[in-house]
């Protein structure tokens, strides 16, 4: 069965720091991943996903996510942290015939000024 | 792109009580939809997935029911809610030819 674990329930940061956020799936097959952020009481929205091409990923808001096989990773990352980034962050797997999400708990990200 | 609906955006209902939440899509067919829950403080459960009209999978054992009326429609009702069933609920939808699936503004729902 496929799993999304996310390290951190809640991580903090300064405007203008280095965003890391971390997330390990497991899955027997070749996973499809994506990450998405949720505003407060607001749907989910598509930050990146991977599918098999390369394996640094390039969302919008310039995040960034890197497909690491052999530490079942697909951490999430920006140089520089925004005080609009302030959110929760999802990752999750799929597999590639339901196509159904498998979602990780959850990383709330605040910004400091 | 696709554009999912959802209404209403918040609903305040007693125990008991019939619940209908509706979701359209624009913008694709024939799309597989989905039914999320996130209860407070918690990640997102899958509660349904539709590949068709009338086609309906259950994944979780619940006082929960979800139809498929027409290509573009998915509904999420109940009989009588428990105070259990409070939570946000999302609705997502999947254009066959992609692997991302697109959610809209989420209902929420308390129980009282």
């Known amino acids: 069965a496929q799993s999304v674990t996310q390290l951190g329930s809640h991580v903090s940061v300064s405007e203008g720091a280095l965003v890391l956020l971390r997330c390990n799936y497991s899955?027997?097959?070749?996973?499809?991943l994506f990450w998405y952020v949720q505003y407060p009481n607001q749907g989910l929205q598509l930050l990146l996903k991977?599918?098999?091409?390369?394996?640094l990923v390039k969302g919008i808001n310039g995040f960034e996510a890197e497909f690491k096989k052999s530490e079942t990773s697909f951490h999430l990352t920006k140089p520089s942290a925004h005080m609009s980034d302030a959110a929760e962050y999802f990752c999750?797997?799929?597999?590639?015939?339901?196509?159904?999400?498998?979602f990780g708990s959850g990383t709330r990200l605040l910004v400091r000024p | 792109s696709q554009t999912i609906h959802q209404w209403p955006a918040t609903l305040v209902q007693p125990v008991g009580s019939p619940l209908s939440l509706e979701c359209t899509v624009e913008?694709?067919?024939?799309?597989?939809l989905y039914w999320y829950r996130q209860a407070a403080g918690r990640g997102l459960q899958l509660l349904f997935y539709?590949?068709?009209?009338?086609?309906i999978s259950s994944e979780v054992p619940q006082n929960l029911s979800a139809s498929r009326p027409q290509d573009r429609q998915f509904i999420l009702s109940s009989k009588k809610l428990l105070l259990s069933d409070s939570g946000f609920y999302l609705c997502?939808?999947?254009?066959?030819?992609?692997?991302?699936?697109?959610f809209g503004p989420g209902t929420r729902l308390t129980v009282t």
């Open positions: 999750a797997v799929s597999d590639r015939s339901s196509y159904k999400l498998i």
């Open positions: 899955s027997s097959v070749p996973p499809y």
């Open positions: 991977y599918t098999s091409a390369a394996t």
């Open positions: 539709s590949v068709g009209i009338g086609q």
């Open positions: 997502a939808g999947r254009d066959r030819a992609s692997y991302e699936q697109y």
């Open positions: 913008g694709t067919s024939n799309p597989n």
